[in-house]
């Protein structure tokens, strides 16, 4: 089945941790390049972060950059370790797949998307 499937979302306080994971089918998504996005209450989804078919290009947004770390392995699951959360962070994070291999950071690439997982931040 194709399907992308998110988890570790949760509570936080500010300076905090949380790594998500997005579990992907390696038969189907080994080829794809594969990122991160997220969508706050009342605004738009946004990139964060993406990484290439090979895990040797990554892009991040500006807003995430320094604190956050996109990596995939063998198994074909791919992670978002978020370090130093801040109150802003709170959103709706999607795993999402696009096929073609090189990083993008365009939503339109993006083919297949995960449910999404909830990440909140305290002051």
């Known amino acids: 089945q194709v399907q992308l499937v998110e988890s570790g979302g949760g509570l936080a306080q500010a300076g905090g941790s949380l790594r998500l994971s997005c579990a992907a089918s390696?038969?189907?998504?080994?080829?794809?390049?594969m990122g991160w996005f997220r969508q706050a209450p009342g605004k738009e989804r946004e990139f964060v972060a993406t990484?290439?078919?090979?895990?040797?290009?990554t892009a991040y947004a500006d807003a995430v950059k320094g604190r956050f770390t996109i990596s995939r392995d063998n198994g074909g699951t791919v992670y978002l370790q978020m370090n130093n959360l801040k109150p802003e962070d709170t959103a709706v994070y999607y795993c999402a797949a696009a096929k073609g291999g090189s990083r993008t950071w365009s939503i339109s690439d993006y083919t297949y998307w995960g449910q999404g997982t909830q990440v909140t931040v305290s002051s």
């Open positions: 390696r038969r189907t998504f080994s080829s794809y390049a």
């Open positions: 990484i290439s078919w090979d895990g040797g290009s």
